[in-house]
C-alpha cells in the first residue's frame, strides 16, 4: 500500500480525541515536588527598576524565592538574534516585560507572592507605534534594499504616477496552547527541558547558555504543541530558561506556564508594518516603476525582524513583475513587546502593499482590478528583483483561471452589481487576488534537517526527525513517508517525540520547510536501511537487489511474489548477519544563497501558488460584514498527505481573514495593551467562517527536485485571505459613485468599525 | 467510592460523580473546577486555554450540560454528576470519535476535548440528525485557531448521522 498521497487523519488523531494527547503543562503532575514560576510584570512601556522589596512576598506561605540576575550561572541573556534579551532587566523596555519570577510550591502561591512584590519604578520616555520610532531615529538595525534599475528616472518618466502610505496591523498568534515549559534534572544530571517550543535546538542553545553549560549537558523535548503559528520559534526560549535557572537554583523541578493575559502581554506578535509607496504605471495599469519604503515594528529587541523584513521585500512584488524598484526596509525598536515569527514571517505585509497598489492603479485608470492584475503577472523568463528566475510562473495563471471558472466569477460579478443597484444600504463585494510566495528559509544555513530511525530485529520502527508538531501534522507526513520507504505498514512506524538528543542542531520548524526538509531527511535514512536490507533479502530470496519490492511488511521478488519474507522476518535475519539496523538522514536544499549586501540570489528553492475569490456582504449602517462565499485553487504540486494540506489551506486563510478583518491590538497612550484576551481580541469563530468554503488543490502540480514532488503549504495560503480585504473594498466603492477615479481607503485590520468609517467616507465626499 | 483524604486546613470535602465513579476530594472555596480536575485529580484531558471563560477549550459536561470548568467553583459540583473527555472513549460517543478521526477535525488537538463536549451535549440533546447551524450555534463558544472550522462542523453533522443510523438498526425487529 502506497501512505504518501493519501487522506489520512492525523498522527496523533485517536489521542486528541481522547483526552490522552499530552502537551507540555500536562506533564506537570508527573513531577512530584514541581515549584511554579509567575512573572513580576512591569506596569511601564519603559521604566528603569530602582529597587525591588520582596519582603511582603516572603511572607506568602509556600514562597521559595524570587529569581534574579544573581542567580544565573550562565549569560542572563535569551536574545536569539543579540544579545539585547536581558531575563531579569533592571530596565523594563515594554508594559508587561518580567523582570523578576516568583517561585513557590503551588502556582496560586506564586501568582500571590509576584503580585506582593513592590518594584520601585523611574518611568522613562517610550517610543510607541512605528510612525514615532520614525520620528525618533528608533532603529534596531540597518535599512535593507534590493533595488533594480534606476527607480527615480522610471518613476519620472511614468506615464502615470501616484503614492500611497499604508499602515498594517500586527496580530497575536493566539496559539490555544499558552507558552509553557517543564525543567528537571534527570538520573544523570542531565538538564531536561519539556518546552512548548517549535525550535528545541535553540531552546538547548539558551538554556545552556543561561546555565553556562555545554550544550550536550541540555536535552529538549518538544513533545507536542497546542498550535506555534511562529510565536513559539524564538519566544518560548525565555519561559524554559526562567524554568531552567529556577531548577538550577532549587534542586527541584520547575514548571513555567503563562495564563492567556500574561501571554499575551509579555509575547511578540506579528510585525506592524508602515509602507510608503510611490508607484508608476502605463494606460494599461502595468507597472513601470515602484519605490517603497517599509519600516517593520520590531519591537523592544531585535529578535527576528531583520530577516521578517527581508521576507517583506522578497513578497512585496507577490504575483506581479516590477520592472524597475527600489524596495527598503527598516527594523524599528519600540516599547512593545519584541516582534517576531507568525505565519507567513513579513510576506503578507510585503504582499498587501503591492495588492493595495494594484487596487489604487486599477481606480485610478477606472478599469478593473482583476484587469490590472493580470496585466502584471510574471510570465516565463521573468526575475523578481532580487535576481531570481520565477519558477513555473504558468502556474499563476493556471491557479488564476482555474479558479476564475470553478468560482463562476463573471457571472457572479454580474450578480453583485445587480445586488448593489437594487439595495441602498446594503453592498456585497467580490474580488480575486494571487499568491506566490517563496519556499525555503532565507538564512541559507537553516536550510538543512536530519532523522535517526532505527528498525528493531521484530521489524518494528522508531522514526525520530528535527521537526515539531504543532498541529500541522507533520509527524503524520513523515510517517507516510516512512512507512512507504520501507515498504511497512504505518502502525509499524512509531513517531518518537522531538527531542535534541536524537537529531542535533536542527532547525526550527518554520518557514513552511517542515517537510520538505525533514522529510527528505527521512527518505535518506530510510532509503539507506532499505539498501542495506535488500543485500539480506536478496541472498535469501536468490535475486538481485534491484529485482525486490519493499511493500505492506514483506519483501518479494517483483516478477514471482510469492518468493516473499515478512519484513520482521528479514529485520531478524539482518541482526543475525550483523548488519546495522539504525541510520541517520540528512538534507540539505541546494543552491540556496543569498547577498544581502547585493540584494541580489536565490533565497528560495521554488515557490508555491494559489488564487482565492472571496465575495462579501456589507451592512452600511454599521459596518458588520461576513464572507459570503470563499473558493480557493491552490498549489501544493503532489500533496504528501491531503486531507492535512486541506485543513491547513482553510486553517490560513480564516487566520488572515482574523488579521485582516477582526482582530486589532489596540494600547492606550501609555503603551499598555487593552486587547488582553479573547473577549476584547477577536479571532474568528465558527460563525465567522465564509457561508460557503471550496477549497480545491491544483491538479498534476509535481514539484521536480522537492520529496514526492510536494510543497510546502503551512504559510502560503494565509495571504489568500487578501482576497477577503479587497472584496471589503469593493462592497465598500458600491456605497460611492462609480467610477470616480479616486482610491478607496480601507485601514487594516477592516474590523466592523473600520469598515463604518470607510462608508461614511465614501458616502460624503 | 474512593476513601476520603484528610481535609486539609481552610479546605472543605467535596463529593461528586466523575466519569461514572463517585469521588470525595479535598477542595478549598476559590478552587476551580478545571484546577480541580487538572491539578487535583490529574484529569489533564480538559485544557486550559484562557483562565477566563472565552475560549471554550474547557469545557465539561455538568448533569449533561456543557459548562467552563474555568468559571466554575469546584464546590459547586457537590452531589453532581461531571463528565470530560477522558469519558468520551469508555462510552456510547465512539460515533463522535470516529467522525473527528475521519474528518481530521483536530490539528493541534487542544481546543478538541471542550469542543467534542459540547457536540456531545448536542448530539445527546437533539439525538438527530443535526444541521450545520446547529453544529455551528452549539460550538460558538469553542474557539479554534488551527481548523478553518469546518472539519469540525462536518464531523459533528456526520456523526450525529451515524447515531440516527445505529438507533435504527436497533430499533429494527430481529428476523
Known sequence: ???????????????????????????????????????????????????????????????????????????????????DEPLFPNEACYEGQPVRWALAETEEAARLAATRVVVEWEVLPAVLGVRAAIEAESYLADEIAIRRGDVASALEGAPHRLSFELLVGGQEQLYLETQAALVDHDENGQVVVHSSTQNPTETQVIVARVLGLPRSRVTCQSLRMGGGFGGKETQANPIASVAAVGAHVTHRPVRV?????????????????????????????????????????????????????????????????????????????????????????????????????????????????LEVREANFYVEGDKTPYGLEVRHPERIRRVWDGVLESSEYEARRAEVDAFNAAHEHTKRGLAITPVKFGISFTTAFFNQAGALVLIYADGSVQLNHGGTEMGQGLHTKMRQIAAQELGVLLDDVRLMPTRTDKVPNTSATAASSGADLNGAAVRDACQKLRARLAEVAAAELGAAVDELSFEDACVFVASSPTRSMAFGELAQKAYLER??????????????????????????????????????????????????????????????????????????????????????????????????????????????????????????????????????????????????????????????????????????????????????????? | MNEPRETPPGARLLSFRLNGEDLSVATADHQTLLELLRYGLDRVGTKQGCDSGECGACTVLLDGRPVLACLTLAVQVEGRDVRTVEALAEREAAALLDAFDRHDAAQCGFCTPGVLMSAEALLMDKRRVVSQGEARAALSGNLCRCTGYTKILDAVVDASEKLVEAADRTREPAS
Open chain 1, 1 to 83: 500500500m502506497k501512505y504518501v498521497g493519501q487522506d489520512l487523519p492525523h498522527e496523533s488523531a485517536r489521542l486528541h480525541v481522547t483526552g490522552e494527547a499530552l502537551y507540555t503543562d500536562d506533564l506537570v503532575t508527573r513531577f512530584p515536588g514541581c515549584l511554579h514560576a509567575w512573572p513580576v510584570q512591569s506596569p511601564h512601556a519603559h521604566a528603569r527598576v530602582l529597587g525591588v522589596d520582596a519582603s511582603a512576598a516572603e511572607a506568602t506561605p509556600g514562597f521559595v524565592r524570587l529569581l534574579d540576575a544573581g542567580d544565573v550561572p550562565g549569560e542572563g541573556d535569551t536574545g536569539a538574534a543579540r544579545k
Open chain 1, 579 to 765: 548488519v546495522q539496523l539504525s541510520a541517520t538522514g540528512y538534507y540539505k536544499t541546494p543552491e540556496i544563497s543569498f547577498d544581502e549586501a547585493a540584494g541580489r540570489g536565490r533565497p528560495f528553492h521554488y515557490f508555491a501558488y494559489g488564487a482565492a475569490v472571496s465575495e462579501v456582504e456589507i451592512d452600511g449602517f454599521t459596518g458588520q460584514h461576513f464572507v459570503r462565499r470563499a473558493d480557493i485553487l491552490h498549489d501544493v504540486g503532489d500533496s504528501l498527505s491531503p486531507l492535512l494540506d486541506r485543513g491547513q489551506i482553510e486553517g490560513a486563510f480564516v487566520q488572515g481573514m482574523g488579521w485582516l478583518t477582526r482582530e486589532e491590538l489596540r494600547r492606550d497612550a501609555k503603551g499598555r495593551l487593552g486587547t488582553r484576551g479573547l473577549s476584547t481580541y477577536k479571532i474568528p469563530g465558527a460563525d465567522d467562517m465564509p457561508k460557503d468554503f471550496r477549497v480545491a488543490l491544483l491538479p498534476r502540480a509535481t514539484e521536480p527536485g522537492v520529496v514526492h514532488g510536494s510543497k510546502a503549504v503551512g504559510e502560503p495560503p494565509l495571504m489568500l485571505a487578501i482576497s477577503v480585504r479587497e472584496a471589503l473594498r469593493d462592497a465598500v466603492a458600491a456605497f460611492g459613485d462609480q467610477p470616480s477615479g479616486e482610491a478607496v481607503e480601507l485601514a487594516t485590520p477592516a474590523t466592523p468599525e473600520a469598515v463604518w468609517r470607510a462608508c461614511r467616507a465614501i458616502q460624503g465626499r
Open chain 1, 257 to 369: 506556564r503563562l495564563d492567556r493575559q500574561r501571554d499575551i502581554s509579555s509575547t511578540g506578535k506579528r510585525h506592524p508594518f508602515l509602507g510608503r509607496l510611490d508607484v508608476g504605471f502605463d494606460d494599461a495599469g502595468k507597472l513601470v516603476a515602484v519605490d517603497a519604503k517599509l519600516f517593520a515594528d520590531g519591537g523592544y529587541s531585535l529578535d527576528l525582524t531583520v530577516p521578517i523584513a527581508w521576507r517583506a521585500l522578497f513578497h512585496l512584488d507577490n504575483a506581479y513583475l516590477l520592472p524597475s524598484c527600489s524596495l527598503t526596509a527598516r527594523a524599528m525598536r519600540t516599547n512593545v513587546p519584541s516582534n517576531t515569527a507568525f505565519r507567513g514571517f513579513g510576506g503578507p505585509q510585503g504582499m498587501l502593499m503591492i495588492e493595495e497598489a494594484m487596487d489604487r492603479v486599477a481606480r485610478a485608470l477606472d478599469r478593473s482590478p
